[in-house]
Nanobody
């Protein structure tokens, strides 16, 4: 089994910054793509950013230039640095991991709330 432990959410004023972390653990697994999605009330879950095991990144259009995703493969941890936060960034942020064992499996974290006040 794979466990994901998220941290770093909270309340911040517009223009501020937050850093999210997601640590993945699970024996017999390696981790391919790791990333973050978010879901605001009444909206669909959307991609925020993802990063492959090779370091290639992909960002959702709304966060390009403001958010940066990175990973520490030795720690199986993915980070999301969020700068210039806007009220529209308010959402529950979910860690997402593709883990490879005998097959490839997708796992989701429990979600962490990010609230940006105006």
């Amino acid at each position: 089994q794979v466990q994901l432990v998220e941290s770093g959410g909270g309340l911040v004023q517009a223009g501020g910054s937050l850093r999210l972390s997601c640590a993945a653990s699970g024996s017999m697994f390696s981790f391919n793509a790791m990333g973050w999605y978010r879901q605001a009330p009444g909206k669909q879950r959307e991609l925020v950013a993802s990063i492959t095991s090779g370091g290639s990144t992909n960002y959702g259009g709304a966060v390009k230039g403001r958010f940066t995703i990175s990973r520490d493969s030795a720690k199986n941890t993915v980070y999301l640095q969020m700068n210039s936060l806007k009220p529209d960034d308010t959402a529950v942020y979910y860690c997402n991991v593709l883990a490879v064992g005998l097959l490839e499996y997708e796992y989701w974290g429990q979600g962490t709330q990010v609230t940006v006040s105006s």
